[in-house]
């Protein structure tokens, strides 16, 4: 009987303390913290164009401040800058509407796809792109490069392209066959040179034509005295 009397306290005991466990795990369960839930990623600032001014007026710039260009290869919309191209003159990527900064006409700025699928920034149809040349905001070594098929320009506010300096248009006007710059005079005649007598150049070509008009000019009577004294040398 009280072995009997000793397992009986024994299993009671034992439930008792395994229902306050059970509702010690409870209270836990209850009233501790939830596993915190993974963040959702964040979704990059939409890209920003603005407006900068300086040697071609008003232009486009990145939010950075890097200058913004045009291929003139492109077509409507339609980009023409891929591969070893799309790594020198990088393209500017939106996948949302992209965001008018201060002196940009929204009206002008959408995005268009490219052939990867990604799309790309444009203003007034024209895709735009970064040179990776440019280091530091305003750069523009990009302007009136010849690369890649076809010219890459600086873009105006107006949504047309940045006319070249002078500099730029003379390097585009010998690309094109026209009339490039003069060449460096390399002659004798210059400043600080002494003139080579018997020279053809456009200098003493005319010293030449002086010195014959000179001569024709003269009487013919010095004319003679010049022969004689001559001749008796």
Same mark, same amino acid.
């Given at each position: 009987?009280?072995?009997?009397? &000793?397992?009986?306290?024994?299993?009671?005991?034992?439930?008792?303390?395994?229902?306050?466990?059970?509702?010690?795990?409870?209270?836990?369960? *209850?009233?501790?913290? $939830? &596993?915190?839930?993974?963040?959702?990623?964040?979704?990059?600032?939409?890209?920003?164009?603005?407006? !900068?001014?300086?040697?071609?007026?008003?232009?486009?710039?990145?939010?950075? %401040?890097?200058?913004?260009?045009?291929?003139?290869?492109?077509? /409507?919309?339609?980009?023409?800058?891929? %591969?070893?191209?799309?790594?020198?003159?990088?393209?500017?990527?939106?996948?949302?509407?992209?965001?008018? %900064?201060?002196?940009?006409?929204?009206?002008?700025?959408?995005?268009?796809?490219?052939?990867?699928?990604?799309? $790309?920034?444009?203003? *007034?149809?024209?895709?735009?792109?970064?040179?990776?040349?440019? $280091?530091?905001?305003?750069?523009?070594?990009? $302007?009136?490069?010849?690369?890649?098929?076809?010219?890459?320009?600086?873009?105006?506010?107006?949504?047309?392209?940045?006319?070249? *300096?002078?500099?730029?248009?003379?390097?585009?006007?010998?690309?094109?066959?026209?009339?490039?710059?003069?060449? !460096?005079?390399? !002659?004798?005649?210059?400043?600080?040179?002494?003139?080579?007598?018997?020279?053809?150049?456009? #200098?003493? /070509? @005319?010293? *030449?034509?002086?010195?014959?008009?000179?001569?024709?000019?003269?009487?013919?009577? #010095?004319?003679?005295? @010049?022969?004689?004294?001559?001749?008796?040398?």
């Amino acid at each position: 009987m009280l072995l009997l009397a &000793a397992a009986a306290a024994g299993c009671s005991e034992d439930a008792s303390g395994g229902s306050g466990t059970s509702g010690t795990g409870t209270e836990l369960r *209850n009233s501790g913290r $939830q &596993a915190d839930a993974p963040a959702a990623p964040s979704k990059s600032p939409a890209a920003t164009v603005s407006a !900068r001014k300086g040697t071609y007026s008003k232009w486009l710039v990145d939010d950075k %401040g890097m200058t913004l260009y045009v291929f003139d290869k492109d077509t /409507k919309s339609t980009s023409h800058c891929t %591969g070893t191209c799309a790594k020198a003159w990088p393209p500017l990527l939106e996948s949302a509407a992209p965001t008018a %900064g201060k002196g940009i006409k929204s009206s002008l700025l959408k995005t268009a796809p490219r052939s990867d699928g990604k799309k $790309q920034v444009t203003y *007034n149809g024209h895709p735009l792109y970064r040179f990776d040349e440019d $280091q530091k905001p305003g750069d523009t070594e990009g $302007q009136a490069v010849d690369a890649f098929g076809a010219k890459w320009y600086v873009i105006s506010t107006e949504g047309r392209r940045s006319p070249p *300096n002078r500099r730029a248009t003379r390097t585009a006007a010998t690309d094109s066959g026209r009339r490039g710059p003069r060449p !460096r005079r390399t !002659r004798s005649g210059g400043p600080g040179e002494r003139v080579r007598a018997g020279g053809t150049g456009p #200098l003493m /070509k @005319g010293l *030449n034509v002086g010195r014959r008009r000179i001569r024709s000019e003269a009487p013919a009577t #010095l004319r003679g005295t @010049g022969r004689r004294r001559a001749a008796s040398r």
